[in-house]
């Protein structure tokens, strides 16, 4: 359904894509995670039509992007990263205006408007002027206007930034929903967690680049290992094991694919009452990040917005 | 071209303009008191012009008429960047709508709500002022369908080449007065400095306030008022033109700031 190719793009001397590749074909969910400035929403405003590439190719439904970009747009749903709604106006208003832009009969429209309405429970606040929702509320009817023409190709752009977790229940479960009923989906998200509850393949991007796709557990088992974490009152002791130990102030990580195992040979080695907790973490798409990038998540984000303070700053 | 997208998006501005009357409203009621203010002043600068039976109504309300209709040059570029403040525009961008359907939907609410507010004070202009309409109504009409085109067209030039609210305020409001002013809406060309008068028939609401008064006065008809229409027109395929050229659909605009 969506085929990208060597797709490059530039702010200045910013590089903001470095040649991606990546496809999404029909039925499936696609996450597309990075941390902030890692080029999630340039490659989904490049595929929505929004932004120019440098170079590279963008198909969707086998059409060229560039060149019958309103045949594209028509096949594509997008809700953007912003919230975006006209406030002034009832939610039942923004849904018949952006249903029909999409291509909808005002007569077909109306049923469908209640049907995506019922599946995201906003029934009750069609008639609602859309600037006094909540929050949450904007959220959904935001995520909604994307679904109104069911459309082959959904790009959601950190589509639960800001949902309670309600929201973000019903938001993922449309998701499911859509994507089994033949949509693909390419879901830009920050959240590593909210991924591992998707389920869904993970593109992993990191300065532009695709560093690694697949499912959770199978790149968990590819790229992380577990880890056993040990917290000591006072001093960390040395337990003898080098080569996987590592000691971060009175924690001792030791990585290792037997957890009960290295256990069982760590535990004799230490006195009881110096211990204060043992811990085995599960591997996750944290670790895989860790292992492909050679930062840690959270780092990424503090380092991008690090440089966003000193571009504001200069 | 998708004519369903350009009367929806048209159809929803009517909407949002409706939601807050208040711009719309201020544009007929303030030029009301504004000709009820000056209308006698007038009466003598017309009479020194020749027309000694006139009342002063027939410059005072094409003038404010004309002059409020220029605040429809800032209102045409404040449908865009409010889309910009709501998020909503690269979510119409987004649509399968082509960036000139979009553009017709949002430019022709304004058009008409310039041509409906020139249309009332014309027509309010009789019983309120005493405005008789010598000529013929039709060139009215035409004269002020061709003056909304061009000044809406002025507006998305100022649009156009605006990046923040501010510039649009800025440009749009003391452009649009300035442009009234110079063109002999607040005050008739006759009593204008030398080198005023000189610059007017560079500015298109010179050409409006010349139909006007050639309807107004001078029973003027269709074929009296063809060389003011025409100018317009050209001043309105001008600035089409530069907005067209100017116009990035992709660039961000700074609603606040």
């Not at chain 1, 029909?26 to 996450?31: C, L, P, Q």
């Not at chain 2, 507010?117 to 309010?124: G, H, N, S, V």
């Amino acid at each position: 359904m969506l085929h990208i190719e060597g797709l490059r793009k530039s702010y200045g001397d910013v590089l903001a894509l470095g040649g991606v590749d990546l496809d999404v074909h029909a039925g499936e969910i696609v996450a597309l995670l990075g941390p902030n400035g890692a080029g999630k929403t340039t490659l989904v405003s490049i595929v929505a039509g929004l932004r120019r590439a440098d170079s590279g190719v963008v198909r969707v439904d086998g059409l060229n992007a560039l060149s019958r970009s309103s045949e594209v747009r028509r096949r594509i749903g997008l809700a953007p990263q912003d919230t975006g709604l006209y406030p002034v106006v009832t939610v039942r208003q923004n849904f018949m205006l952006f249903g029909e832009l999409a291509g909808i009969s005002r007569a077909a429209l109306r049923p469908r408007v209640e049907e995506v309405a019922e599946a995201l429970d906003l029934t009750e606040l069609l008639d609602r002027q859309a600037g006094q929702l909540s929050g949450g509320q904007k959220r959904r009817v935001h995520t909604a206007l994307a679904l109104l023409h069911s459309p082959r190709l959904l790009l959601l752009d950190e589509a639960t930034t800001g949902a309670d977790v309600e929201t973000r229940t019903r938001l993922l479960d449309v998701v499911r929903q859509l994507a089994a009923d033949g949509s693909a989906v390419l879901y830009s998200t920050h959240y590593l967690a909210e991924v591992e509850t998707l389920g869904s393949d993970v593109v992993l991007l990191d300065r532009g680049q695709v560093i690694v796709r697949g499912g959770v557990e199978e790149l968990i088992a590819a790229h992380a290992k577990p880890v056993v974490e040990l917290t000591f009152e006072g001093v960390v002791p040395d337990v003898g094991l080098n080569g996987e130990a590592t000691v971060d102030g009175q924690v001792l990580r030791l990585v290792t694919d037997d957890p009960a195992a290295t256990l069982v040979t760590v535990l004799p080695r230490v006195r009881a009452d110096a211990l204060q907790s043992v811990e085995i973490v599960r591997p996750s798409l944290e670790a895989v990040y860790l292992a492909l990038a050679g930062r840690r998540y959270d780092e990424a984000d503090r380092e991008e917005k690090r440089e966003v303070a000193n571009v504001s700053a200069g | 071209m998708y004519p369903r997208a350009s009367l929806a998006v048209l159809r929803h501005e009517f909407r949002v303009m409706l939601s807050d009357p208040s711009t719309a409203i201020f544009v007929v009621i303030v030029p009301l008191v504004l000709v009820a203010l000056t209308k006698d002043l007038f009466a003598n600068q017309l009479s020194e012009d020749g027309f000694a039976s006139a009342n002063g109504s027939e410059f005072a309300v094409p003038g404010m008429a004309v002059a409020f209709a220029s605040f429809s040059v800032g209102y045409a570029g404040f449908t865009f960047f409010r889309d910009h403040g709501w998020g909503t525009w690269d979510r119409l961008r987004a649509t399968p709508a082509s960036s000139v359907d979009l553009m017709i939907g949002k430019v022709l609410p304004t058009v008409t709500l310039t041509v409906v507010q020139l249309a009332l004070l014309f027509l309010l202009g009789k019983p309120l002022f005493g405005l008789e309409v010598s000529g013929s109504i039709l060139a009215l009409i035409v004269l002020i369908v061709v003056l909304a085109l061009s000044l809406s067209a002025f507006g998305m030039l100022v649009t156009a080449i605006s990046r923040t609210m501010n510039q649009l305020n800025a440009i749009g409001s003391v452009g649009g007065m300035t442009m009234a002013m110079l063109g002999g809406a607040w005050v008739p060309v006759s009593a204008m400095p030398g080198w005023a008068a000189a610059i007017a028939p560079a500015i298109p609401t010179y050409w409006a306030m010349k139909g006007f008064q050639s309807v107004i006065l001078e029973d003027g008809g269709i074929t009296d008022v063809a060389g003011a229409i025409l100018v317009m027109i050209g001043f309105g395929v001008l600035f089409t033109v530069l907005a067209a050229w100017k116009f990035r659909f992709e660039d961000a605009k700074v609603y606040f700031g």
